[in-house]
């Protein structure tokens, strides 16, 4: 029987990065669909819970992605609130790569030590990569704030987090450098995940904190998130800090987001969100 994956997509245009992903991590044949939301994307779900038999709905898979997070959340819901008794199917969730992105790099940071207790910043965490990464700090015992250049936005994320995951992060405004920059005060552990090609801190701004332990940067677009963050630095020393790059946490990202994929035709019932991503990260980070 025949491994099919529906790509369930916000966007108008499905990615086509999770379309070769989820041809990677298994399945036989993929069909994507984009422009969906949660009033349009009933009879899709329908025609997934309703054609094969109890034993066999393993094979079939549904894959929820677009560049909007809120969005997707919207979608896994309707889909979610469709599936009754035996009639479901698995599904990942991983809206532009936030669930794969945090956990990697989370996974990375947490990778041999504890994060509990420390004092955890993720700048621009209003994002989607931002906001899943601030949930698994939090989750692994940090207290977290995040910042955004608007703090209405910035609060908006807050509010959602708490409102998803029952997560409680601070929301700082920090429009530019000086303001980040004093936002890691204090901080052990910083995240950088910023928009691509967007410097979020200078090089001074974080090697002269005497608190910082940890500083990772999840832009892979240059220039660099952090000036003088390497590409590829997988916890490399500098300046009495470990430096993690978004190349050391990408060739993580990809092949958590292949085993997830693998793990949603083992059985009916899976709902991969950011805890279950981030188990599948745990297992595999080395
Ligand atoms: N390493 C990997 O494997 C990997 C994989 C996927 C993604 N990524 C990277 O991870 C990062 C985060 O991804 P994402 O999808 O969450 O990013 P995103 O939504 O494009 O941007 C994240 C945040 O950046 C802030 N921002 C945007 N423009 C800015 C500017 N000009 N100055 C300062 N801040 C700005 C925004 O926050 P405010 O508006 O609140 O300020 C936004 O919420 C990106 O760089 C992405 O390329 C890496």
Same mark, same amino acid.
């Given at each position: 029987m025949k491994k099919l994956l529906y790509q369930f997509d916000t966007d108008p245009l499905p990615s086509l990065f999770d379309n070769v992903v989820g041809y990677d991590g298994g399945a036989d044949h993929i069909s994507a669909y984009g422009g969906l939301h949660s009033a349009n994307v009933g009879p899709l779900v329908e025609g997934a819970i309703f054609t094969r038999a109890s034993k066999d709905k393993k094979n079939t898979a549904i894959f929820i992605g677009g560049g909007s997070v809120a969005q997707g959340e919207a979608l896994l819901d309707a889909v979610l609130a469709k599936f009754f008794a035996q009639f479901r199917v698995s599904v990942m969730f991983n809206c532009n790569g936030c669930n794969t992105t945090a956990a990697a790099a989370v996974a990375c940071l947490a990778h041999g030590r504890s994060l509990a207790g420390k004092r955890a910043v993720v700048l621009a965490g209003s994002g989607p990569v931002g906001q899943r990464a601030a949930v698994l700090l939090a989750r692994e015992g940090a207290q977290v704030a995040i910042t955004g250049r608007k703090l209405a936005v910035v609060e908006a994320a807050r509010d959602s987090i708490k409102a998803r995951f029952a997560v409680d992060v601070t929301a700082i405004e920090a429009p530019s450098g000086p303001e980040r920059a004093a936002a890691i005060e204090g901080a052990q552990v910083v995240l950088a995940a910023g928009a691509?090609?967007?410097?979020?801190?200078?090089?001074a701004q974080w090697q002269?904190?005497?608190?910082?332990e940890l500083l990772a940067d999840a832009?892979?677009?240059?220039?660099?998130?952090?000036?003088?963050? =390497?590409?590829? +630095?997988?916890g490399a020393a500098s300046h009495g800090k470990l430096l993690f790059g978004p190349l050391s946490f990408g060739a993580l990202k990809l092949s958590v987001h292949r085993a997830c994929i693998a793990r949603?035709? =083992?059985?009916? +019932?899976l709902v991969l969100d950011v805890n279950e991503i981030y188990g599948v990260a745990k297992a595999l980070v080395t």
């Open positions: 691509a090609g967007i410097t979020l801190l200078d090089a002269n904190s005497a608190a910082l832009n892979a677009s240059p220039p660099a998130g952090v000036e003088g963050v =390497g590409m590829s +630095d997988r949603l035709f =083992g059985q009916n +019932d």
